[in-house]
């Protein structure tokens, strides 16, 4: 595996795993130019280690049981890459809520929530290029 580039690594870009296309639509319209929003229903699509890394962070969609496991991809990210790579959960009722913070996602918001906060999670985050 190729090391990333410093030029790779001050690239903005967040994960959303989703299938809601209304959601990713929103999301987008408040993601300034300068972020890629990389939109995906399979963690293993984002790479490897390596590649996983250079995401700034993950927005989690909690209502996605019939396309991918929530619990299985903050599993992957927190056990098998050992990355701690913020991860912002919105949906889901309380007892996944509940599953995912043992598992150790950040934070939970209801979807208009995340929409809501997205901009704030870009200012902070909004370092590099």
């Known amino acids: 595996m190729a090391a ?12 959303l795993m989703t299938t809601d296309q209304e959601m990713v639509e929103r999301l987008r319209a408040v993601t300034p130019p300068e ?19 250079l995401n700034r962070f993950v927005l989690l969609d909690l209502d996605e049981w019939e396309v991918f496991d929530p619990l299985d991809v903050i599993r992957a990210l927190r056990m ?9 959960c919105f949906g889901g009722d309380e007892d996944i809520q509940d599953e995912m913070r043992l598992a150790r ?3 939970f918001f209801a979807r208009d929530e995340m929409v809501e906060k997205l ?7 909004d370092w590099g290029e």
Do not use: H
Request: hydrophobic share 35%; net charge negative.
């Open 105 to 107: 996602a950040d934070r």
């Open 4 to 15: 990333p580039t410093v030029a790779e690594r001050m690239k903005r870009k967040y994960v």
């Open 35 to 53: 972020w890629t929003q990389v939109v995906c229903t399979d963690f293993e699509e984002l790479g490897e280690w390596g590649d996983v890394l």
């Open 80 to 88: 098998q890459y050992q990355i701690n790579t913020p991860v912002f």
């Open 119 to 125: 901009p704030e999670f870009l200012r902070q985050y």
